[in-house]
């Protein structure tokens, strides 16, 4: 496969449930993004991993949890969501220069939380 | 702070027709990246252009062309001769913070221009 992969890409869950979103860079990236895209508003970022380390938590609930175990593979661990996290996630990669490297996004996630 | 603004929310042409999505953005640094992306129904973002606050050349990519102007702190898109496979949602984003030797940044994007494309 190339470029960047989600994985499900559809998802229903409960209130109580806990599951995790996959995603799966092969570019080469050093640099790995959530965003979340809630109809309406602008996309949000979530977290940004470089290198395998997190760099930015944009004040992000700790009912998401990242993970990043390579420079190739991203999760987001949920738990314990609400409606309102009802939402597209977005998964993207870039080279490890700031902002000098456009990213590449995947085909997304769409959560829904009843 | 910096902030992205795209004050169309729906823009609806017949084919054929020129259309331009307008984006106004917000920041206090010197240093900047503007970039456009394109979201088809199948919902992946899809990378258009990248323009440095450096480089104020407008740029012609087939029916593509982007209008940076610091000035008014905007950065168009016009799409001639409009195509039904042109309707999308297209977002133009920000990224302030430039590392060198390494880090990374998210982007800041508008709320999007949702195109459509009438034949």
């Known amino acids: 496969e190339t470029g960047v992969t989600q994985t499900p890409r559809h998802l229903v869950m409960g209130m109580t449930n806990k599951k995790s979103l996959k995603c799966e860079q092969h570019?080469?990236?050093?640099?790995m993004y959530w965003y979340k895209q809630s109809a309406k508003k602008p996309l949000e970022l979530m977290f940004v991993?470089?290198?395998?380390?997190?760099?930015e938590n944009n004040s992000v609930p700790s009912r998401f949890s990242p993970e990043c175990p390579n420079s190739s593979h991203l999760f987001l661990h949920l738990h314990t969501l609400q409606p309102e996290d009802s939402a597209l996630y977005l998964c993207?990669?870039?080279?490890?220069?700031?902002?000098?490297?456009?990213?590449?996004f995947g085909p997304g996630t769409r959560l829904t939380v009843l | 702070a910096q902030k992205v603004t795209q004050a169309q929310t729906e823009i609806s042409v017949v084919e054929k027709e020129d259309v331009t999505l307008d984006c106004v953005y917000e920041?206090?640094?010197?240093?900047?990246?503007l970039f456009w992306y394109k979201q088809p129904p199948s919902g992946e973002l899809v990378f258009l252009i990248r323009?440095?606050?450096?480089?104020?050349q407008n740029e012609i990519s087939g029916r593509y062309s982007w209008n940076f102007q610091k000035s008014t702190s905007s950065f168009n898109f016009t799409i001639t001769a409009s195509q039904v496979v042109d309707s999308a949602v297209y977002f133009c984003?920000?990224?302030?913070?430039?590392?060198?030797?390494?880090?990374?940044?998210?982007?800041?994007f508008g709320k999007g221009t949702h195109l459509i494309i009438q034949p």
């Open positions: 991993y470089s290198l395998e380390e997190r760099v």
């Open positions: 993207a990669s870039s080279q490890d220069s700031g902002s000098l490297g456009e990213q590449f």
């Open positions: 323009r440095n606050s450096f480089d104020e």
């Open positions: 570019l080469g990236h050093n640099a």
């Open positions: 920041t206090r640094d010197t240093t900047y990246y």
């Open positions: 984003a920000l990224s302030e913070r430039v590392y060198s030797g390494g880090g990374a940044d998210g982007l800041t």
